[in-house]
Every structure is written in structure tokens, then in C-alpha cells.
């Protein structure tokens, strides 16, 4: 028995046995037929209306975000909802264009005219954060459904009524029943929901669950995409505008109470700015109101925050502002620096609480080495004068994207730019032309060219020594540097094709 015959389903108790799950992808699969009939120009015109929805009812949605989430208002229409209306905008109108067939002819199968289509996948499956909570389901919906896909969401059971909103948006686009659904509850859900077999998977969460989640997917298989964790960090040079990056750290550390993928953990500093760039980041986070810090959103933090907080005390690092809890759902924004911190897990794991590390360099290389000795690697941002420093820090950092003084995390609002990370940030990528094709797969079609009668391969059978000297000359035709060999291999091989056309037309 082969291998392949040995394995030929995943095993048994990997498949979902929940009917309503198979019920929920067997009525998408049949609204994915007809809705991938469709151009994309007619999905896109359906799809536009969802930008005009999601501004009419900006008041509402900000409502949802703040009591669900916790973020500050100023957030939900600045982080969520607006850059979700321009993402709109942004893929309807290149959708068209990025999903086109690519045509050529291969070089050494000139005969032949090949297309390379992106076509939809069928059913993505979308798992998603509490912490970005419509921005993040949103936009992936949007480029899977644009692509011709129906889409499954989970949101995460943390704000599922957020999720239960995004799919009243996309029923306000009179988009085909079933074919986008959303399927709430708990990570056995989304482990079942992945049971269930769907097409594709776009995962945001830790990298605990995304390491599950890649191996749920290994089991069929089907392609994930990972969007995971991140410990992000803002290196400031000693000719960097320390007053610009210190309002920078304040805010990329401490907004929606850092529960951001891509907020600032970890401070690197050049030694002889460190005192300055710190005590203004610590005044700057003194004048910052409560209500601006936004709350814990899911309890299971606080453990997270009085661990890594406890270790640090422990190995004596200097706590500069912070540090305790305001009240149970805010923790004071906090500093932390001092000797021996690149081995704490305030800087080494994701605190994901209103929490900056500092520490310190001398020379960019011993900058980038401290960078990128880190499990993970989303975004990076760098903050100097010189143009041509900041290009050398952005072609060695380990990271999917970096910023020249401005935060990576704002990056996250440009429906344009490609988002994800490296190592164990993840894979794959939402947004921009990435995040569109992301959701499809290239369908190759091979066709005769110049409408040419059919006619026996001269590298099919039977073999002869004729035929060894021929593909010898089609390796020269199409890979010799020099010309004038390329023209006689061509020569001899039209020459050999004729012969053969006349004495073996078929075998
Ligand atoms: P999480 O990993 O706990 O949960 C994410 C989602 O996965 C939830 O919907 C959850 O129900 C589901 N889930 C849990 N177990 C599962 C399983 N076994 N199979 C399938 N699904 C399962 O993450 P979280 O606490 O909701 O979000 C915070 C994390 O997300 C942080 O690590 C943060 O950095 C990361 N994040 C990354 C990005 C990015 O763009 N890279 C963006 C936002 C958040």
C-alpha cells in the first residue's frame, strides 16, 4: 500500500461532526457558484455600498466598539471604522484591475499560450482578535468576498456583537443569502469551524493558537494565513527629533491600552539620548487622561501584565512611571528600563498591556542585533534625520514592514500597503494587492498557439538519438548567453521538428 493510500482523509476526529457547521459551508458553497459567475466589476459595485453603510452608521458601530471593546471613541472612528470605509473604497476600485488573467507563451513551449487567472477558493474561513475587532474581519472579508469567495467569520467571543455588526453591513449590501455568515463562539468553534473543511483559513491571534491552527489546517490540507503576535519596537537614533519620537512611544505604546499587535513594547535608544527621550515619554504619559488609555478588554490580560510586572521587580529593573493598576480595568502606562531587560519577558514576550521596555545601543549594528533577537517580527519603526540610515535599518530589520518616524501600527489603516509579519508574527498577508490575491488561487490554462494542426511532441515517445540531440539544442535556444548559438540551436531544432513532422507524425 502507498503512503498516499495509507492517509487519504484527515483523521477522524479532525472532522467536524457539528451538522449546523456543514449545514453553514454546504449553503456558502452554493452561494460562492453563482456569486463567482459574477464579474468583478459587478461584485465590486455590490461590495462598494458597504463603505457608504458603514459611515451611515459610524454613530452606531462607534457606540458598539466602545462598550464591546473599550477603546476610546476617538479611536473606533479613527482606527475602525474609516480606515474599514477606505479599505472599501481602495479594493473596489483596484479589484478590477489587480484580478486579471496574465497571458504568455513559455520560452520553451513557444507553441502553447498560457493564462494565469486568480480565481476564488470557495469558502475562506476568517478567525479574528477582539482587539481590532472590525477592522481586522472586515477588510479580509471584504478582499475574500471581492475575489469571488464566500466567507465564514468567527469573531472572536470577546465582541461577538461586532461580529454580528459586520454582517449586518454586508446584508445592507444585498449580497447573496449565505454567502457571507458569521459563526459565533469559542475557540472549539473555530477549531470545528476548521474541522469542517473550508477552503482557506485567515487567522488573527496569538501565535499559541496560530501554531493550533496551522496544524488543524496541516491535517487536510488547506492554506492558512497567520497574522500573530507581535513585541514591535521604535528605535530612536541620536539624531532623531527626541521630542517627535517621545509623543510617538507615548502614544504607539499605551493606545487602546496597548492591546495592539503592533504597539510599541520595546524602546531601542541610543545610549547618549536615552535620560533625555525616557523622562519626556514619562511626562507625556503623566499628562495623559484616563479615559484617552482605553480599558483591559479581556480579563485574561491582567494576568499577563502583573507577571511580567512582578519579574521585573524582581530583577531590579527600574520602573520609571506606571507600574500599578489605576483601577481593575486600567493599568497606569508604564516604563521600564535598566540592566539585564533584554532577558525579561516584559521585552522578550508580548505583554500586550499599556507597557514600553527601554534599553539601549551604541552603533546601528548592535541596534539591529538587539532588534532582531526576538521571537517575533510584525512591524518596526525608526526614527532619525538621516535618510540614508534609516534605509539601511529598513532593508536589515527581521520584520513585514518598517516605518521612517512614523509608528508601523498606522500602517495597519492603509488599505493599500500588504500587512503581516515575519517569524513568529506569521505568514501571509491582508491588504493591498497581497491581501486580494491572498484569497485566491492562480488557475493556469495551457492553449495551442497560432492555431497549429496537432502534431507528435519531439520529446515524446519512442526516444532516439535524434531526440537527445534536440532537447539538447532547446536547453541552447532558450538558456545560451550568446545569440549566435541561441539562432543555431534554433535552426537545427526547426530543421529536426520538420523531419520529424514527415516521418513520425504520430506514434
Ligand atoms: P487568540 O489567539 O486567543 O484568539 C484569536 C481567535 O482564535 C479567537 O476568535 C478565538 O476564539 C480563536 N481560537 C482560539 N483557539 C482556537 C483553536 N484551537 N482553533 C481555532 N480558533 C481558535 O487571540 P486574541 O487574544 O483574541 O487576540 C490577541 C492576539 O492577536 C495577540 O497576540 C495579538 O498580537 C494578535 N493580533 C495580531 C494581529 C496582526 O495583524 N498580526 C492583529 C491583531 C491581533
Known sequence: MSAAEETPLPPPHLLSHDPEIALRYRLARGAQVQWAELSVRARAR????????????????????????????????????????????????QAPRLLVPRRFSPAVLPIREVTVTPVPLGVVLIISPWNVPLAIPFGQAMAALLAGNAVVLKPSEVTPRIGDAIGEVFDACGLPPNLFSVVQGDGRVGADLIAARPDKVLFTGSLATGRKVMAAAAAHPIPVSLELGGVDALVVCEDADIEFASSAIAFGGAFN???????????????????????????????????????????????????????????????????????????????????????????????????????????????IRKHDDCAFGLTASVFTTSPERAEHYARRLRVGAVSINELGASLHACGEVPWGGVEGSGFGRSHGQEGLLECTRPLVVDRPRWGLPSFKRPWWFPYDPHQRALMADLARSVAHR?????????????????????EHPRL
Open 257 to 367: 491600552h496597548g492591546q495592539i499587535c503592533a504597539s510599541v513594547e520595546r524602546v531601542l535608544v541610543h545610549e547618549t539620548v536615552r535620560e533625555e527621550l525616557v523622562s519626556r515619554v514619562v511626562d507625556k504619559l503623566a499628562q495623559v487622561p484616563a479615559r484617552d488609555l482605553g480599558r483591559v478588554t479581556f480579563g485574561m490580560q491582567r494576568r499577563v501584565y502583573d507577571r511580567h510586572l512582578q519579574d521585573a521587580r524582581e530583577r531590579g529593573l527600574h520602573i520609571r512611571c506606571g507600574g500599578a493598576w489605576r483601577d481593575r480595568d486600567q493599568l497606569e502606562a508604564t516604563v521600564i528600563e535598566g540592566e539585564g531587560i533584554e532577558d525579561a519577558p516584559v521585552w522578550r514576550e508580548e505583554t500586550f498591556g499599556p507597557v514600553v521596555a527601554v534599553a539601549t545601543f551604541r552603533h546601528d549594528d548592535e541596534a
Open 46 to 93: 455590490r461590495l462598494g455600498k458597504a463603505a457608504d453603510v458603514l459611515l451611515e452608521r459610524m454613530e452606531d458601530l462607534a457606540d458598539l466598539i466602545v462598550e464591546e471593546n473599550g477603546k476610546p471613541r476617538v479611536e473606533a472612528y479613527g482606527h475602525e471604522i474609516g480606515p474599514s470605509a477606505a479599505h472599501v473604497r481602495y479594493m473596489c476600485a
Open 482 to 502: 550568446s545569440l549566435r548559438v541561441r539562432f543555431g540551436a534554433r535552426l537545427r531544432m526547426g530543421r529536426a521538428l520538420f523531419r520529424q513532422l514527415v
